[in-house]
């Protein structure tokens, strides 16, 4: 079993900056993607971001040039920096981890971009 911890969130102003975290334990193999999705009222949950083992990431469309994701193994650990966030960027974020098919889950964190 895998277990996800994450830390971060809150309510911010536009154009302002957050950086969430998740730290991943239980049993964990060599090889395994993590990540953020975000969920937003009414929407489907979708991809934020996500990085490999081997540090290969990719991005929504909406956030490149504005999140950063990165990840350090030995801690089983990945942050995502979020710069210049926008209203639309507010949702329940949700940190992944996927191993041999399947995807374990966060609780989730709330992000607020408001004025």
């Known amino acids: 079993q895998v277990q996800l911890v994450e830390y971060g969130g809150g309510l911010v102003q536009p154009g302002g900056s957050l950086r969430l975290s998740c730290a991943a334990s239980g049993r964990l193999f060599r090889s395994y993607l993590m990540g953020w999705y975000r969920q937003s009222p009414g929407k489907q949950r979708e991809l934020v971001a996500r990085?490999?083992?081997?540090?290969?990431?990719n991005y929504a469309d909406s956030v490149k040039g504005r999140f950063t994701l990165s990840r350090e193994n030995a801690k089983s650990t990945v942050w995502l920096q979020m710069n210049n966030l926008k209203p639309e960027d507010t949702a329940v974020y949700y940190c992944?981890?996927?191993?041999?098919?399947?995807?374990?889950w966060g609780q989730g964190t709330q992000v607020t971009v408001s004025s």
């Open positions: 990085i490999s083992s081997g540090d290969n990431t």
């Open positions: 992944n981890l996927w191993q041999i098919g399947r995807d374990y």
